[in-house]
């Protein structure tokens, strides 16, 4: 008989070690996925000569008000800039630069020295002065109160500066602001203020900057911030503060770890013909992921910007230029579709002129494929006749020449000559790689009907010129396939694999694309070729998240990063570029590595307040079971996911039902659920990602609570075997009394919250639980030394219950740890954290404290109702604190109340 029983021990076993460790081995597989994205390929931007920071001094009260700020002017080398500053003798075109959390402003330096480097190689007859603003390492993306203080700042220094212009001939009239991370946030609230002067700021660039909502929203002050600055924004988009503004955002891919790709876009903040939305994979020249703190110094990025910016140059003003269409032209063709050359130019029909009239041959091309590669002596025009066949019904042609004016359709062709043209350059796009002049072209004929001819004109040139020509059928070479789905186990399915040389494009439009919790490894092939130029581009319609990798990398990762919008029928899509000498094949299998990733991304940012919900939820079922036995048992005897979040799921997903909350919007009983913020943004929690979250979370709290019991219980023991009994104890003690010592710190604990900061007191309160939680364990120990069995168990259900109390103070303090950090840096001005989020949160828990440690027998009563309440208050977190996550403070504060009222009965 004992063999079977041991046999079913270890199935029991294998059983519990497979349930415990798989969540965890997902979990550390998300985690390496979420961070094992592209090497960097971000070139290092360097100064030329020695940056120097100039301190401009600003208006009295405005120092005065702003102790902590300062507004600086970059300059480098040797440059005597004293005179220019004293006399406010500024001549350039003004650039504010705004950091972001726990930034600096010496981050302006690559912008600012790449700008100086190209006045002096372009010889222009104008320069941009570069400023930027020291936050003295304020943490704004941790703590919003100071956002209202740093726009505020913002539009002093934008007024300071334009003041420094006033003997400049050609005076500006605004600031050009760029803004980096939470920076640009804060830049985007100056349109908010009363005071504000309309023109001012037309232009904003903000880089990596969570412009939809916040990473963590800590407080209810980043909250207001952001719904007071995108509301309008949103809604006030033609008022006169927002009139003739320009805004761009620029994310960083999927090696920003810190702001994800969906939250950086103005889709939505401003009309798409007034914004631009992309991330740094999507820009031309640049097309690669940059992480967060390399935005402001990646090479490839900052000459892009840069670019720009000179193109927006008005040369009759020396000024960036106002014109609203200018400006969505330039950055266009910088920062989104790029026509081939470096700089933009606009299409004037008389450079088209003096180009043809150099023309000194035109060669008819009755070819369906048309390859050149020569080193051009004279400029020659190459005639290509649209095929008779009606199935090939488009053109695409690929370049390395960095030619303008160099593609046109020809209406009427006749004796060499074509006497009605239209330019076709702006249908050019360039390709990778980055330092080339590859751009290509692809014509659906169908909208030149009546057009004969399509002809391009190939310069003469000391550097060899290739050219791929052909004319294919979108039917063959434009293909919709299906992605692999969840069970495939990894099968690999092969999308494309080409069987003859000369094609040079295909397009493949992928079916089922729609969550970002898919993940999909693509490989590519090649063979027959001696240098493989393939490009393969990800092209995703519903944002701006598109990805360019060359195909002799062999390999990418397929993945979105923001769910496909209803009712749009959208499709993700990816084009080949082909080497016509080469022949290739795609091949796609379903990653579950990335899939744990993109999961692990979902879920990531709602980490803590998941862990809020399960630990109220489980002390709910805690106190449930205590007030059935009358002893309260370990928080790890009844955790497990059914006690915790998981067995709310049901609950919380009836009231975040259609049915049920446009009930409570409708009659505005509530205010809008989070989850219907998530769904919205494209990134609802689905069931699946949520319950092996809430597994991970059992693992981990059980983890960190038997620590931590083992660690007090040590302690309780270690009292107890060095000092042994007290003498005083005995019988009718009451051991809830307490010294005057210990009344004398909840007083302290009450004064910190109150004159300092609220985290601070909650700070201290787990300073003291820890103590309450080692005296109780060892008079635990004390009972069962004198075999007091009653007792012994009075003490140690005392003991569990401060353990769980533990628990809820350990993750009140995470939460509001920015506070605490806010507090320690402002210091050495203040005493007391002015905009206290921690405040509300730190007086409750404390006045809980008090009440719930103040006891009035050995024994307490502990009502059933206590459990329900807890359950109750985790039903309604599950709803409101996915996103809104300062409001779990709320919640934690509202159990320990709770928790405190069976000492009030």
């Known amino acids: 008989m004992a063999a079977p029983s041991e046999k079913a021990k270890n199935k029991s076993l294998l059983y519990r070690v497979v349930v415990v460790s798989s969540p965890v081995i997902i979990l550390l597989f998300g985690i390496f996925s979420y961070t094992n994205v592209d090497v960097r390929k971000c070139n290092m931007t360097y100064m030329w000569e020695t940056p120097k920071f100039v301190t401009l001094k600003m208006d009295k009260n405005v120092t005065m008000q702003y102790p902590n700020y300062r507004l600086l ?40 020295s790449v700008a100086l480097r190209m006045t002096l190689s372009r010889k222009t007859y104008y320069h941009f002065d570069y400023f930027s603003i020291d936050y003295f390492m304020d943490v704004n993306g941790l703590y919003g109160a100071v956002l209202y203080d740093q726009t505020m700042f913002i539009h002093e220094c934008i007024k300071h500066i334009l003041t420094l212009y006033a003997k400049s001939p050609n005076r500006p009239e605004s600031v050009l602001v760029i803004g980096h991370s939470v920076g640009g946030v804060a830049a985007r609230g100056i349109y908010m203020l009363s005071d504000y002067k309309p023109g001012l700021v037309h232009t904003v660039i903000t880089l ?28 006030n988009s033609s008022s006169r503060a927002l009139d ?11 090696r920003d770890v810190m702001v994800k790709a969906h939250l950086t876009p103005l889709t939505g903040l401003l009309p798409d013909d007034r914004q631009i939305s992309t991330i740094t994979t999507a820009v031309p020249k640049v097309w690669l992921s940059v992480d967060h703190q390399c935005l402001v110094w990646c090479n490839q990025l900052v000459l892009a910007i840069t670019r720009a910016l000179f193109d927006l140059v008005d040369q009759n003003t020396k000024q960036l230029t106002r014109d609203m269409s200018t400006r ?37 091309i009755d070819q369906q494929y048309w390859t050149y590669s020569a080193v051009p002596l004279s400029v020659k025009a190459y005639v290509f006749q649209k095929p008779l066949e009606s199935s090939l019904d488009r053109l695409i042609i690929t370049t390395d020449s960095d030619s303008r004016n160099w593609l046109f359709a020809c209406r009427t062709y006749k004796d060499s000559t074509c006497t009605d043209r239209v330019s076709l350059d702006h249908l050019s796009q360039a390709i990778p790689p980055t330092h080339s002049n590859r751009k290509m072209v692809n014509i659906d004929l169908a909208e030149y009907t009546d057009y004969t001819n399509i002809y391009m004109i190939i310069r003469s040139n000391e550097k060899p010129v290739s050219v791929n020509v052909s004319f294919y059928s979108s039917a063959h070479k434009h293909m919709k396939v299906s992605v692999p789905g969840l069970i495939t186990f990894g099968t690999e399915q092969i999308w494309l694999d080409t069987d003859r040389l000369g094609s040079m494009y295909y397009n493949l439009t992928l079916d089922g694309i729609t969550s970002v919790r898919q993940g999909y490894l693509l490989n590519f092939e090649t063979s027959l070729c001696k240098d493989d130029t393939g490009v393969i581009q990800i092209h995703n319609p519903w944002m701006m998240e598109d ?38 094949k795609i091949s796609v299998r379903f990653s579950y590595i990335k899939m744990f990733g993109q999961w692990f991304q979902s879920t990531v940012y709602a980490m803590p307040s998941m862990i809020a919900v399960y630990i109220i939820a489980v002390v709910g079922s805690q106190f449930k079971e205590w007030s059935k036995t009358g002893i309260c048992p370990k928080f790890t005897d009844i955790a497990s996911p059914a006690h915790g979040t998981l067995s709310i799921l049901p609950v919380a997903m009836l009231l975040t039902s259609n049915m049920i909350t446009d009930l409570w919007t409708t009659y505005e009983l509530l205010p809008r659920t989070d989850s219907h913020i998530l769904q919205s943004m494209g990134l609802l929690i689905s069931p699946l990602p949520y319950i092996l979250a809430s597994m991970c979370i059992h693992q981990t709290m059980v983890a960190f609570s038997t620590i931590a019991d083992y660690v007090f219980g040590f302690c309780g023991w ?56 080692v ?40 939460i509001n740890i920015a506070s605490v950090t806010v507090w ?14 921690s405040l509300l949160p730190g007086v409750l828990s404390a006045t809980a404290l008090v009440v719930m440690t103040i006891r009035k027998a050995d024994k307490p009563t502990v009502p059933s109702y206590i459990g329900w309440m807890l359950i109750a208050v985790a039903v309604v977190s599950a709803q409101f604190v996915w996103v809104h996550l300062y409001r779990a403070s709320y919640a934690v504060a509202g159990a320990l109340l709770i928790l405190s009222l069976p000492q009030l009965s």
Not at 79 to 105: A, C, M, Q, W
Not at 211 to 227: C, G, I, R, T
Not at 342 to 364: C, G, S
Not at 740 to 764: D, K
């Open 824 to 837: 320690l840096f402002n210091i050495w001005s203040s005493v007391k954290l002015r905009s206290d989020p």
């Open 73 to 112: 002017y970059y300059t480098e080398g040797n440059r005597d800039t004293s005179k220019t500053v004293k006399n406010r003798e500024f001549s350039g075109i003004p650039v504010l630069f705004v950091h972001g959390h726990g930034g600096s402003y010496k981050q302006v330096r690559s912008l600012a």
């Open 775 to 814: 005296k109780a364990n060892f008079e635990a120990c004390i009972e069962e030394g004198i075999l007091n069995q009653s007792k012994s168990v009075v003490k140690r259900s005392y003991a569990n219950f401060l353990h769980s109390v533990f628990l809820l103070f350990s993750l009140l303090q995470v």
């Open 547 to 584: 990805k360019s990798v060359n195909t002799s990398e062999g390999w990418t990762y397929l993945s979105i990063n923001k769910g496909l919008p209803a009712p749009d029928d959208q499709s993700v899509s990816i084009a080949l570029y082909a080497d016509p000498t080469c022949l290739y």
């Open 718 to 773: 270690a009292g107890f075997v060095v000092l042994g009994k007290p003498k005083t104890f005995g019988e009718s003690q009451d051991v809830g009394a307490f010294s005057a010592w210990y009344i004398g710190v909840l007083a302290v604990v009450i004064g910190l919250t109150l004159q300092c900061c609220g985290a601070l007191g909650i700070f201290v309160s787990l300073g003291l639980l820890q103590y309450l939680l």
């Open 244 to 254: 003739n503004v320009f805004g761009v955002s620029i994310g960083g891919g999927e």
């Open 328 to 364: 969505r032209d330039v950055l266009n063709h910088h920062l989104v579709q790029n026509h081939g050359p470096k700089t933009f130019f606009a299409r004037h029909p008389e450079q088209a002129d003096k180009i043809h009239e150099l023309v000194t041959e035109w060669v008819n």
């Open 208 to 235: 990596g900057t969570p412009n939809q909502a916040p990473v963590l929203m800590l407080d209810s002050y980043m909250d207001e911030f952001y719904s007071s600055v995108n509301d309008l924004w949103r809604y």
